[in-house]
């Protein structure tokens, strides 16, 4: 009996001791002030606008959207992509997908420009199941899907849709050109007892899956709730956000065949969600979760605030410099998922708030 006891007290230790660890990581603990950058503004309209990428012009930004408070409560709405024009003086965020129905809940984007100024945007698309529930109802077709839109003037003309059973739990997605991409699973596992123990035991089952025109094809795996991904200006780098080890993965990406080498891991302090890239400088903007276990409260009630942060990181020559550019503690906008900058730009979206905020120097 005595043997049980010492046993059974070791293994509280054991437990009580990864459960301090991992509230400190998931930044529980740190001490946040208020950063502001520049003067901020809500612009309401876009509900749960998770991903934002502004057109390399700056002229203006494509934003995902999904109510996805309506769709926990059991009233769902279609989703949408909206246009925001940067140049107007007081911008009223255009609806590109005025049809959309029920099926339409977008996820990350990725918006390709060729040399010839042909653009296409990819969007992950979760007709079926998300992270954060489903409609009631039996379902059918395919529970996620990687849509694909040529952008026509001002409008969004929908060209394909990519499904697949890799497509197990589709975050973001970057296209390399008209019909390549990547995308990555932020879980190894469907939603569930499993998904639960991947999140609280930061199990490395997660994955990036390439899409090399024809078929499908797993390009990383062993990665820890893998969330945004992007690729440099150049396409010779792809990077990856592990939004629970709190940094930013970087691979080298052979253009050819899609393969990715990995070079090293940034540590950004935060929980990063999505990635963008500078096309003038190379800098990576990275919106996410400074504590990462109030935004698992925040997500299922609505009255707690969870703190936005937006970082920056600039390659240099003698590696990554790291810096906070907005800190809120959830007053101005809860639960931040991104952070696109342009030209003293900032704009930041997040998965529920009905509303971006939009900043700017």
Known sequence: MRKLLLVFGAVCAVAGVYVLYLVN???????????????????PGMPGSEDITIHPDGRFAYISSDDRRAMISGNPAPGAIFRYDLEAASAVP?????????NFRPHGISL?????????????????????????????GPLHTI???????????????HADERMISPNDVVGVDHE???FTNDHGSGPGAMRQLEDYLRLPLANVVYY???????ALDGLSFANGINVST????????????????????????????????????FGADNIEVDPATGDLWLGGHPRLLTF??????????????????RPGTSGYTVSTVFMDTGELISGSSVGAWHSDRLLIGSVFEDHIVDCSR
């Not at 001490?31 to 809500?42: F, N």
């Not at 420009?113 to 059918?140: C, I, K, Q, W, Y």
């Not at 090399?212 to 797993?218: A, L």
């Open 25 to 43: 990581d998931a930044g529980e603990f740190r001490t946040l002030v208020d950063q502001q950058y520049g003067q901020c503004r809500q612009v």
């Open 94 to 102: 255009v609806n590109l997908t005025p049809d959309a129905d029920l």
């Open 112 to 140: 390709y420009v060729g040399a010839d100024g042909r653009e296409t945007l990819f969007v992950v698309n979760h007709p079926g199941e998300s992270l954060f529930g489903a409609p009631e109802g039996e379902e059918s």
């Open 147 to 161: 849509e694909v839109f040529d952008v026509v003037g001002s409008s969004l003309i929908h060209r394909q849709t």
């Open 180 to 182: 390549r991409f990547y």
């Open 212 to 218: 090399d025109g024809d078929s499908f094809q797993e």
């Open 234 to 269: 150049d396409g010779a780098q792809l990077y990856v956000a592990e939004v629970s080890r709190n940094r930013i993965r970087v691979y080298q990406r052979d253009p050819a065949s899609g393969t990715l080498t990995h070079q090293q891991g940034i540590d950004v302090g």
């Open 296 to 313: 698992v409260r925040h997500s299922t009630d609505a009255n707690v605030n969870s703190p936005s942060q937006v970082v920056r990181v």
